[in-house]
């Protein structure tokens, strides 16, 4: 609609996002918290729908004003890790739902319109262990940290595995249960959206997803993954049978490289396995293309500069797949594992090199893939955003070779070795 301003987004008036792992509220998954530090008692949802807070936000989009929170979709933004904007799908998803919310929101904010997408982290629980994670979001990371003394952890990630923190977890993982089961059971949920962790590793999603199918109700529900599509199947329950059901299915399957590389950046992805995986969840467009969007989630970090991808791209020509392409993050200075650790001119030859593959191979929008790999590209790298960058670069490249040691098997020196690229072998033995 022409009169709405271009700060607007559909979001926070149809979802609801929380986070068992901080015990917070947000508006969506990619926006700032709005007190990362507060540790108060958190509100249910028919409260935080339409306190203070979630009124300000409203009215703040509806005028016009740039949202802090909302950076991230911001495509200036120099932290950004998408190329794309979050928002922008928020607003075509629910294009047609958008004189709805106008008609029934007040001057100050509130709605009277109820949320009926979720996007519910409700467990760490995973089965992987990638290097771009951390405890917050991988149990296998958890457990490998509690049982290494002297485990790199940031202080977030030492909070989060503090005893107190830990006791509030299941009383805040049931309350989130618990709303989403009456969103399920009340037929009001439109949209889910199931991340991890695993969710393919959690009993709740196979639940949700029976119950849904066994009332019918699947039918008019938009379900969206990102998942390591490490299993097809649970007990007694098929993925491929049971999204069928669905009136649109929407997978991001992540994978950030192939082979021998894919299966370092990923620890615990069985790079064989993994496709076999796909080509039986990609049969789905051929039952029908109009109702399932399947595509590669693909996070470009500095061991992918250096190898893996050219088995991701002949993979994805081979199934005509798309591929979704971000940046690791968090872009911070000891984060070895963002590909903006790397000095500028290695990382410019290794992304032109990928851009020049993709372009070689002419896989499934191209065009869209080299976009989004030239944004990462003209994003600053550490050399030219942080002064003094080298100290904290050299504690990310002793976290890196903590874990290899740990883990065992391949590692970065020996990647990038691999890759015959001198200058980049330098600068890591350097640093």
């Known amino acids: 609609m022409d009169n709405i301003s271009k700060t607007f987004c559909t ?66 933004d120099k932290k950004s890790i998408t190329a794309g904007s979050y928002k922008d799908m928020w607003n075509e998803a629910y294009k047609d739902y ?30 992987f262990a990638c290097r771009m994670c951390s ?24 909070r989060y595995l503090k005893a107190d923190h830990q006791n509030m977890i299941k009383p805040w993982q049931k309350r989130l249960e618990d709303e989403l089961w009456k969103s399920v059971k009340d037929k009001t949920l439109t949209n889910i959206y199931f991340a ?39 007990k007694d329950y098929d993925l491929v049978e049971l999204l069928k059901q669905f009136k649109r299915v929407e997978i991001g399957c992540s994978i950030d490289g192939g082979g021998p ?65 971000h940046r690791a993050g968090p872009v911070e200075p000891d984060n070895l594992i963002c590909p903006s650790a790397v000095p500028r001119s290695v990382m410019d030859k290794c992304i032109d090199d990928i851009i020049l593959n993709v372009k070689q191979k002419n ?26 960058y080298d100290i904290d670069l050299r504690r990310g490249k002793e976290k890196v070779e903590f874990i290899e040691n740990i883990r065992k098997g391949l590692t970065l020196k020996e990647i990038i070795k691999n890759s015959n690229n001198q200058k980049a072998l330098e600068w890591y033995i350097n640093i």
């Open 261 to 325: 590389v894919g299966e370092y950046v990923r620890t615990g992805l069985v790079w064989e396995q993994w496709k076999e995986n796909f080509k039986k969840l990609y049969q789905l467009r051929l039952y029908d293309k109009s109702r399932f969007q399947i595509h590669l989630e693909t996070t470009i970090t500095t061991p992918g500069l250096f190898g893996g991808m050219s088995e991701l791209i002949n993979f994805a020509l081979e199934q005509d797949a798309k591929i979704r392409i």
């Open 196 to 234: 991890g962790g695993e969710p393919l590793m959690w009993d709740i999603h196979w639940k949700v997803l029976t119950h849904l199918v066994e009332s019918g109700h699947s039918k008019n529900v938009w379900i969206r993954y990102n998942t390591n599509l490490s299993r097809m199947h649970y």
């Open 11 to 76: 979001a926070p008036w149809v979802h609801a996002y929380a986070n068992k792992i901080k015990g917070k509220r947000k508006l969506c998954c990619n926006s700032v918290y709005q007190n990362d530090h507060d540790t108060s008692e958190v509100t249910d949802l028919e409260q935080w729908w339409n306190d203070d807070y979630m009124k300000s936000v409203r009215r703040r989009m509806l005028n016009g004003e740039t949202l802090p929170e909302c950076k991230i979709c911001d495509p200036n």
């Open 363 to 388: 896989i499934r929008d191209s065009n869209y893939v080299i976009k989004q790999l030239l944004s990462i590209k003209n994003k600053p790298v550490y050399e030219e955003e942080f002064k003094n």
């Open 98 to 127: 958008i004189k709805t919310i106008l008609e029934n929101t007040t001057p100050d904010g509130e709605t009277s319109l109820s949320p009926t997408s979720f996007h519910y982290e409700l467990s760490n629980l995973c089965n």
């Open 135 to 158: 405890v917050e979001w991988a149990s296998k990371i958890e457990a490998e940290a509690k049982k290494h003394e002297n485990y790199p952890l940031k202080r977030y990630e030492r």
